[in-house]
């Protein structure tokens, strides 16, 4: 939502924000103090917060005499005197359940429902995520509007020589070649399958590519078994999570950026990677096809898969050059602004204004 609420902003939204007050100082620096509200500070305990959404965020709407009440996360106050739009990220705790925790996979099923039921307007990221949303949970696909995200062209650009040279001495690669992953170490990005294919694809390489996995650690304990099935002559690298200004210079000067994940809602690193120039290897699940169209190269979710695809990757610079110009034309065709300007209608529907 950082980089939506800006646009909505620019395109004339009359916004007013309620966060937690640990992020009213950002929001503030981006829109302006009379645009924010902090809500108590007790909500940063998580079953506060949902008490508080249920009793307060209605009396605060009322209170600033809001048209529409976004809530951009699944949940919503049931007694709203407003109309109630919100945002569904994924369908994946019905259609992936093993990926998700029970309580975590209960809480989203039911409020999922709840909020398709209830809401006056839904909004999904993909064109995929409402078809599955109709399919498995009941969605009206009339009431359910679909605002592809954005990407944001100051984090997420093509590279410079001096971006790729900082990237690669912060990671001790020296002049290597690597294969990226950028993303939360979690079981439905399928990244132990990734490494496996990578050692694979790696195998009888005189000089093969290191496996640069980024992001946050998660909770795949997978991800430790695989990557302590690395053979000593092959080179993974687990960083963490990378500055921000580092990630142009780290997704644009892989060889391959890798993301087979099991399903996504929107795909947001595919888009991020394509607008670095990067060469993308992705599967055709649930949303990803849509996001990266023709320019990105395609895989199974098996380690075999990836292994088989990522080595002819790898074996055809010409490819990857062809999917390197593709790739950033595909991401021009995604904006916040665009995203805005489906918020607008579904908040003006929603007031019973279309």
Known sequence: MDELLPELVAAGTDLVVVC?????????????????????AWVARRPLRLVWEQVGLPRLARRVAADVLHCPHYTMPLAARVPVVVTLHDATFFTHPE????????????????????????????????????????????????????VDRRTFHAPDADEQAAVRSALDLGDQTYVAFLGTLEPRKNVPALVRGWIAASRGRPEPPALVLAGGEGWDPDVDVAAGEVPAELRLVRPGYLPLGELAGFLGGAEVVAYPSLGEGFGLPVLEAMACGAPVLTTRLLSLPEVAGDAAAYTGTTAGEIGADLARLLDDPAQRAELRVAARRRADEFSWAACARVHQKSYAAAAGRV
Do not use: M, N
């Open 20 to 40: 937690q007050p640990r992020d009213a100082g950002s929001y503030i620096g981006a829109l302006g103090a009379e645009r924010v509200l902090a809500a108590p």
């Open 99 to 150: 990926l998700h925790s029970p309580v975590k996979r209960r809480f989203f099923r039911a409020w999922t429902r709840v909020s398709l039921r209830r809401a006056r307007r839904c909004i999904v990221p993909s064109r995929a995520t409402r078809d599955e949303l109709v399919r498995v949970a009941g969605a009206r696909a009339d009431r359910v509007d679909v605002a592809h995200h954005g």
